[in-house]
């Protein structure tokens, strides 16, 4: 079973992500990569998405419980957009410090982010909207007391809006982000077989690059739809269906195979011809 451990235990699990790690080992992980089904006030159950959306209690909640999961000079990986990012960095900053306060310490480091870029490298603006597109998500960077785990890859990625090729459909599940800005971001800042846990998981696309990169990994969603949607994903980006950066498009190159899969790039039908 792809989604087994060794001990037959599931790698994606079903259940309430602050329950599920609450149920882990503390310390256990090196990275946490958290996309929150947080809303915005007012947007409650008005987001445009199947699945329970709640506020931002419930993500400082979920972010405490993800810090304690993390290992000394681990690293949350915190997806946001412009109403929450601020937020969280002020939250994590006030609850675990602020690395320009005490450089070797822990807490908020960097505000990355992924911007999506067009088949001609232009900032993509088909996301509709009349106060500016938006055209991609901030990322919110920190670690947990001093760290080791150093890596020059760039907090911002650029990347393709996440779509079957064949279809343009993002795998019927809400908020698809991509793969490769977080698969940049595992290598650079973990090891083979170390552990990133995915609460919030959706499709998984930081469990499907930590998969690709041969770390263990566990994910975690409320909803059995969202595991359905991420064994689709798993196998588009597997049979080379899944698209890819656009710097990796143009290059002729792609990371489409898992290393459980197919051959690298040749295997990758999607990858380069320009949709959106
Ligand atoms: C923003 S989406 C994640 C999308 C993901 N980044 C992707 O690329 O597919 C948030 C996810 O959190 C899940 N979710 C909502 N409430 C949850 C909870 N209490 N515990 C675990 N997962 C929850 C939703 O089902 C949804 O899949």
Redesign the pocket.
Known sequence: MIDQHSDGSERYRI??????LRSLDEESAAVV?L????ARPGRQGAFG??????DFE?TAE?VDVAWDVLEVGGWLIA?GDDWLAPRLETYIREEFGDVTDWYEGGGYRRRGGVTYVDGSGEPDTSTPGMYLSNGGYPVVFAHKGPTSRRTAASARQLARH?RRVEDGY??D??????IEPYRNWIEGLTDVDELVV?????????AIAAEDLRRRWLA????Q??RD??LQ?REAYLEGGEQTTLLAATDGESNCSLSTGAGQNDSCPGSGDGSA
């Open positions: 259940g309430d992500a602050l329950a599920e990569c996309d929150d089904a947080w998405v199947e699945y329970e959306t709640h419930t979920i997806d996440p993002p795998y599940w809400g908020s698809v982000k991509p995915v609460p919030c998981a959706g499709t998984a696309p930081a975690i969603d409320s909803e739809a969202a949607a991420y994903r």
